[in-house]
């Protein structure tokens, strides 16, 4: 399917999918992310299922390219990503406004806000005892482009996003972050 990103829909598709197979567990991740966890994936759904829990939350590291640049991300013998996007911060939360956590793991029959940030039913494993890091790769080249084409921002009390043309010989943009107050 082409055209702009449809969170209702996107999500409606994860749940139908999802609820064919209820009491498997789904890896939830977006294209944009990768889940590291502290364990290899059968010993930590092992501890869940001893456990009796039924989805595992992660919190976001965003990822971003040296000098807050937003490169492409690139194909096939391109830079690893990890060496392309070697730092890690926290830039959802305040740019967007969004939620910084992910249900990384679930039930099948778990059911899940929109985005999977959260979820409504079922056990949850304790953040204390389990939890994965969720790298986020949002911040590339079509970032602006993306958030152009989703739902129009929401206010915030601090912080925003904006892009600048850090060479326009080149065409490269980057991140800065500006303070500002909402109206």
């Not at 064919?20 to 590291?36: G, I, K, Q, R, T």
């Amino acid at each position: 399917m082409e055209g702009p990103w449809h969170e209702d829909f996107n999500s409606a598709l994860l749940r139908e999918t999802m609820a064919e197979h209820p009491n498997d567990w789904w890896v939830v991740a977006d294209l944009d992310e990768f889940h590291v966890y502290d364990r290899p994936l059968p010993d930590f759904l092992a501890y869940c299922e001893r456990e009796g829990y039924d989805f595992v939350e992660g919190a976001f590291l965003d990822r971003v390219a040296e000098n807050g640049e937003l490169p492409e991300v690139g194909g096939l013998g391109a830079v690893p990503l990890w060496r392309r996007y070697p730092l890690a911060g926290m830039l959802t939360l305040p740019l967007l406004g969004a939620r910084p956590t992910k249900v990384t793991l679930a039930r099948g029959f778990v059911e899940l806000d929109l985005g999977q940030h959260r979820a409504w039913t079922g056990s949850g494993a304790p953040v204390h005892e389990i939890y994965a890091q969720v790298h986020h790769f949002k911040w590339t080249a079509s970032v602006e482009r993306r958030l152009t084409r989703e739902s129009p921002p929401m206010p915030r009390a601090s912080g925003s996003l904006s892009t600048r043309r850090s060479s326009p010989s080149r065409g490269r943009s980057s991140i800065t972050y500006a303070d500002t107050v909402a109206a």
